[in-house]
């Protein structure tokens, strides 16, 4: 389980739900619900971890926001650690947690440059490319 998150059972849950960790707001609340819902089986990853299909996690901008590889198809799916919103591709300083730089998440992010890497897929703005991925991480 990434993030720190603890185990614990709620009073009200059914047995399947009580086998489902439940994540205390360390890092990981967005995925909360998603652990503890019905709907199927969760898989956390975190960044290092490769995924099948042979897609890589890198670091993003939180434990539980990471940019993904997906190097035969020559893609990055950058969540909310690149985004576009009309000034071109570039990691959002407002959105940064607090003691975290700009600097330190760009080199994080460095490895990426030696993959073969076409496209960019911003969660927030459109699509971007190579040269785009190059400026936002210099």
Do not use: Y
């Amino acid at each position: 389980m990434t993030g720190g998150g603890k185990q614990r059972r709620l009073r009200g849950r059914s047995a399947a739900q009580s086998r489902r960790p439940v994540l205390e707001c360390h890092h990981a609340c967005n995925v909360a619900w998603l652990l503890a819902g019905d709907t199927g089986e969760a898989h956390l990853f975190s960044a290092g971890d490769r995924l099948p299909a042979g897609v890589e996690a890198f670091p993003g901008k939180e434990p539980n926001d990471v940019v993904l590889s997906i190097e035969n198809r020559g893609a990055v799916i950058a969540g909310d650690t690149l985004v576009d919103f009309g000034q071109g591709l570039e990691i959002p300083l407002v959105w940064l947690p607090e003691g975290v730089t700009r600097e330190q998440i760009a080199a994080g992010l460095r490895p990426l440059l030696a993959l073969p890497v076409e496209h960019v897929l911003a969660t927030h703005g459109g699509p971007s490319d190579r040269p785009a991925l190059e400026r936002a991480l210099s």
